[in-house]
């Protein structure tokens, strides 16, 4: 079956630390790549998202990630993390092998101390 | 501009009971989806419908399970004779058919059965 693996379920860093959260998808053909972000007490967000051309992609609040189809990943990356970006990161796929659906990674606590 | 509304936003039941649970996506997307959601968990896919036609069933869903899209617009999703285990966050999201599909989501129903 399709999948999406996400390496760490919780990461803790202090403020201004850079962050790298990893997201490898089993192989589906053309893929669409994206990082949800879900804040306490709120619904789902999208934070960026890759549909085809450069491989580097840039989101919301300073976030990027970075497309790399050989080794069938899509890490997120932030150089200088903020308290209020703490929440629970979710890399999903679809497209290809997988339709139309969204399949989630089991997400990334991420806890930023101030 | 109005989001995806989901309602109601909790529900507490017996086991047994039938519960069913709306979604209001953003107008005009032509897709609708459905996840379910459980505690360290990314979402897992249940159906999606594409304006009022079901296109897709999850594997997850069961013969209690149906969902339905009358007119393509709002979207209802029933569990007949709940069980503990369909305690879960049950999600709904929409997207606009384009070379960039991408889903937003609403804020999700929270089921609990005792």
């Known amino acids: 079956a399709q999948s999406v693996s996400q390496h760490n379920h919780h990461v803790i860093l202090s403020e201004a630390a850079s962050l790298e959260l990893g997201c490898n998808y089993s192989?589906?053909?053309?893929?669409?790549l994206f990082w949800y972000v879900q804040y306490p007490g709120q619904h789902l967000q999208l934070l960026l998202k890759?549909?085809?051309?450069?491989?580097l992609v840039k989101g919301i609040k300073g976030f990027e990630a970075e497309f790399i189809k050989s080794k069938f990943s899509f890490n997120l990356r932030k150089p200088s993390v903020q308290w209020s970006d703490t929440a629970e990161y979710f890399c999903a796929v679809k497209g290809g092998v997988y339709g139309n659906k969204l399949v989630f990674g089991a997400g990334t606590i991420l806890r930023v101390k101030s | 501009d109005t989001g995806v509304s989901q309602n109601p936003r909790h529900k507490i039941t017996k086991r047994g009971q039938n519960v069913t649970f709306r979604c209001d996506p953003i107008?005009?997307?032509?897709?609708l989806y459905w996840y379910r959601q459980t505690l360290g968990q990314g979402p897992e896919f249940l159906t999606y419908f594409q304006n009022e036609a079901q296109l897709e069933k999850s594997r997850l869903l069961s013969d209690r399970f149906s969902a339905e899209r009358p007119k393509g617009s709002f979207s209802t999703l029933e569990i007949q004779r709940t069980e503990q285990g369909d305690s879960a966050m049950y999600l709904c999201?929409?997207?606009?058919?384009?070379?960039?599909?991408?889903?937003?989501f609403g804020p999700g129903t929270r089921l609990t059965v005792l």
């Open positions: 890759y549909f085809s051309g450069d491989p």
């Open positions: 999201a929409s997207s606009l058919t384009t070379s960039t599909d991408t889903q937003y």
């Open positions: 107008s005009e997307h032509n897709r």
């Open positions: 192989y589906g053909g053309t893929v669409n």
